[in-house]
């Protein structure tokens, strides 16, 4: 009985990883200007070594809205944007580590743990307007800091990195 549950459960996992490879879809080429460009240890690209996206297809990676406050704005905002776990999902991301960059060359190192659900939102408007690069934008991890006290920490608001133009996974 144990080595047909031990079977089933190696069948189940098998099944799981054909299904995620799968799942991801070839990505196609930006067709406007583009605004992230992600590289290292991804599977799916669409521009040599690496993927880039313009902000339409960031748009159809169906968006979520999430409703927080932060420590860099006034009151309550409603962010739109990507979960960083269905961005990392569609590049079949294989590392530990998001190394998000700025404009400015400013770079983060978030954990791949970090890309959950409920986790980092890749977030590209602010309260129904996209994101300027005068106002954080085009690109800005958040998370739900309001949704619980682990969000409102020293270490998850330093990885709260705005003017994000590149990503790339590393071991």
Do not use: C, H
């Not at 990505?27 to 605004?35: D, Q, R, S, W």
């Not at 409920?118 to 300027?132: I, K, M, Y």
């Amino acid at each position: 009985m144990q080595l047909v549950k031990s079977w089933m459960a190696a069948a189940a996992f098998g099944i799981a990883l054909i299904g995620a490879a799968q799942a991801a879809e070839p990505l196609p080429a930006p067709t406007g200007e583009v605004i992230l460009t992600v590289t290292g240890a991804i599977e799916n690209k669409n521009a040599g070594d690496s993927a880039t996206f313009d902000l339409a297809m960031l748009q159809a990676m169906d968006p979520i809205t999430v409703t927080t406050s932060t420590i860099w704005t006034d009151g309550v905002q409603e962010f739109r944007g990507v979960p960083l776990v269905r961005l990392m999902q569609a590049l079949g991301a294989q590392g530990a580590n998001i190394s998000a960059s700025a404009l400015n060359d400013y770079t983060v190192t978030i954990p791949m743990t970090d890309a959950v659900e409920g986790g980092a939102v890749l977030a590209f408007e602010a309260n129904g307007a996209p994101l300027s690069v005068r106002d954080k934008g085009p690109l800005w991890v958040i998370y739900p800091y309001d949704q619980s006290k682990d969000y409102q920490s020293e270490v998850i608001y330093a990885r709260s990195i705005w003017q994000v133009a590149k990503i790339d996974i590393t071991p």
